[in-house]
């Protein structure tokens, strides 16, 4: 299998990109995500990714040449229409709004309208922890969870992330989709040629099925906690595209479709300043004193923890890609 550094991976990644028709910074920056997430164990939202967003590069679903931009603002809120681009570039500026308005107004909300797919939500909150603050990101997704009762896929898998810093240590990272597992996983399976587990999904008439195109292709997802799952998936729908004015995720085409209309997606970023409520010691005060509550239990391991430890061993190690993705990341570079 073969091995690359993380700034070889991120080359041969941002190459790809921009060979596709991404400006240079949409490809610097989304290659920089993407292989952060490999570094950190979560391969279904790495480098595999990048020749879907190479093809709808190519088709038109993704615009190389947008330029994301502030639509409408408030003192502690704004909204950025990221032109149909792919979503890291305009999600990094969101987040940077969302942190400058908190450290002036205590809170920072930036939305994103018109966006892609932008990867694991916790990576793009790192910079939140370390300037101190709280955040919070949610995304809407294409549609892969059916209404409570229904048969067909309508809310989409509505990522939430969370990171808390800390006095010491890595920051505490929540990061979930909504559902019992994520398209990246069955994405995983597809391309192994590999049955799912029994329980993960269904077709398109609402019958389970362990086929992972059945799933892809019209198909819904369980959301995690039944019908506590899809109420919050519910709520991450509304936030995510009433309140920014994105399609709504039954209306976005899946993401293995090539030639679509753009997806426009809806992100939200919420910041939070400890130095307006109870105050930054406070605050650090009562995260290690429920640190150390949870750590009495020896098998407690923090949320976020794996994923610091995966990082430091990739920067020594490198990174395994597979053979095969490896070859369609050398000719997404020929284009």
């Known amino acids: 299998m073969p091995n690359l550094s993380i700034d070889a991976l991120t080359a041969l990644a941002t190459d790809a990109l921009h060979a596709s028709g991404a400006f240079d910074s949409a490809a610097r920056i989304t290659a920089k995500y993407l292989v952060a997430a490999d570094a950190q164990g979560l391969g279904t939202h790495g480098v ?21 931009r502030i639509v409408n603002e408030k003192a502690a809120a704004c909204l950025i229409d990221a032109g149909y681009g792919l979503g890291f570039e305009p999600s990094e500026m969101a987040l940077e709004e969302a942190m400058e308005r908190a450290s002036k107004h205590g809170m920072g909300l930036a939305g994103v309208a018109k966006s892609h797919h932008c990867g694991a939500l916790g990576i793009l909150l790192e ?3 370390a300037r101190g603050m709280v955040g919070l990101a949610f995304s809407n997704a294409p549609a892969a969870i059916m ?12 990522p939430v992330a969370a990171i808390f810093p800390r006095k010491s240590g890595s920051p505490l990272v929540i990061d979930m989709s909504l559902t019992q597992v994520t398209r990246g996983q069955i994405l995983l399976y597809a391309n192994a040629g590999k049955p799912l587990p029994e329980g993960w999904g269904m077709d398109k008439d609402g019958n389970p099925t362990t086929d992972p195109h059945k799933i ?17 998936a519910l709520a991450v729908e509304i936030l995510c595209c009433a309140l920014m004015g994105a399609a709504l995720s039954h209306e976005v085409e899946p993401m293995l479709v090539n030639n679509g209309k753009p997806m426009d997606l809806g992100q939200a970023f919420l910041v939070i300043d400890p130095a307006g409520l109870a105050g930054r010691e406070r605050y650090l ?7 150390e509550a949870m750590l009495e239990d020896d098998e407690v391991r923090l949320p976020g923890a794996r994923r610091v430890e995966n990082a430091a061993r990739a920067v020594q190690d490198g990174i395994d890609i597979p053979p095969e993705l490896a070859k369609q990341l050398h000719a997404l570079t020929q284009r």
């Open 48 to 68: 595999v990714r990048v020749p879907t967003y190479c093809d709808h590069l190519k088709s038109g679903r993704a615009r190389g040449d947008a330029v994301p």
């Open 127 to 129: 910079a939140v922890a």
């Open 147 to 158: 209404a409570w009762g229904g048969k067909r896929p309508l809310l989409g898998t509505n």
């Open 216 to 232: 892809l292709v019209g198909g819904s997802l369980h959301a995690v906690g039944g019908l506590k799952g899809t109420m919050l």
């Open 285 to 291: 005060e009562r995260v290690e004193t429920l640190i």
